[in-house]
């Protein structure tokens, strides 16, 4: 026997739930790429996208997941030879720089391991100590979707301002755009990355770089950016197909266009900050409750510090992959695997991690349908903890809406 039969979820940080709405958008038969509506429907994503970063600079599409995101982030202002400092403070801030040294940037870094965010003032000493101006470009991730850590973006501009450093603020914001808060140009972010795959509510295969005059600047000064890569065209096309540099993503096109309706047009993009802000704490205010030193615990102690996104956990190896599998089986609920918290997943330790995605099309009877099967694990496998985890993860709804 196996409970599961019903309508599956997939609460794994990224891809997350695409949307009825979105999938039925995308369900058609291909358009016309040469006229029709098509290149209106394309130019009507600009603003919205726009409308999520909290920018009036640019975006530049592209066909691709976050790592294409990272690649035109680099490609554009960075060449072989420059330098940037990485910041890394989970496994994607490491994969960033990875594929940063890849194409013959020199990578400086200061890790601030699995359980950290930033440390401004770390930040700040190897800036002060950067007395010539070699780094080019700072690379934070915003939300480390390995760790669940959401780093102080704002932080790192006053850093750069007091400094009086000119390297360009570069923020990975995939796990979290339309999720945690990002005001690209109050912040004074130079370039911001995401994908559709996340927050957004759409299949992966969109990537997105916004940026700024000044991130503009830096790369007419570059000597050579492929014709693929490049985000002039893209931001600023003057035929359809400079978009995308060819064939344009048409299915996604219009799945991202319904996205974007449910989004920015009737939730709103400040309601689903603060949607996304409940359904966190009450995952949370369940861990609070069940956290035991043989079972659950979250990954980042400071909830000041936690993203809304996604949450990132831990139980004695092998708990946590059976607390996954029992999910799948039983609950009909795929859990997020752990990322980057073990040397790999042939080591036991990799057991004992596991990630709750909770971004994009979520609500609370989603959540509450994760929290109530991990708590029908936690019993049934007799892993340590304290019942009324779902309860008071409730409280915080009822709290929420009162
Ligand atoms: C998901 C994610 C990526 C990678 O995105 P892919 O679509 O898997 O290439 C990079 N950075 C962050 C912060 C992410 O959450």
Known sequence: MSLAHGRPYLAIPGPSVAPDRVLQAMHRPSPNIYAGELPDLTASLVPDLKGVAK??????????NGHAAWEASLANVLAPGDVALALPTGRFGHGWAEMARRIGIEIDVIDFGNQSDIDLARVEAALRADKTGRIKAILAVQVDTSTSVKNDIQGLRRVLDMV???ALLTVDSIACLGVDEM????????????????GLMTPA???FVFFNDKAAEVRAKMERVSSYWDWTPRA?????FQYFFGTAPTHHIYGLREALNMLV???GVEAAWARHAVLARAVWAAFDVWAHPEGLALNIKDPAKRSNAVTSASAPAPKATELREFMEREIGVTLGIGI???PGADDPAWHGYFRIGHMGHVNPHMLLGVLGGMEAGLQALGIPHQAGGVTAAASVIAEATS
């Open 205 to 207: 295969g969109m990537a």
């Open 164 to 166: 009086g450093h000119d």
């Open 55 to 64: 920018t009036e600079g640019h975006v530049a599409m592209y066909i691709g």
């Open 340 to 342: 980057g918290m073990a």
């Open 183 to 198: 005001h690209m140009d109050a912040w004074g972010v130079d370039i911001c990355l995401t994908g559709s795959q996340k």
């Open 265 to 267: 047009h009737e939730e």
């Open 236 to 240: 600023h096309p003057e035929e359809f």
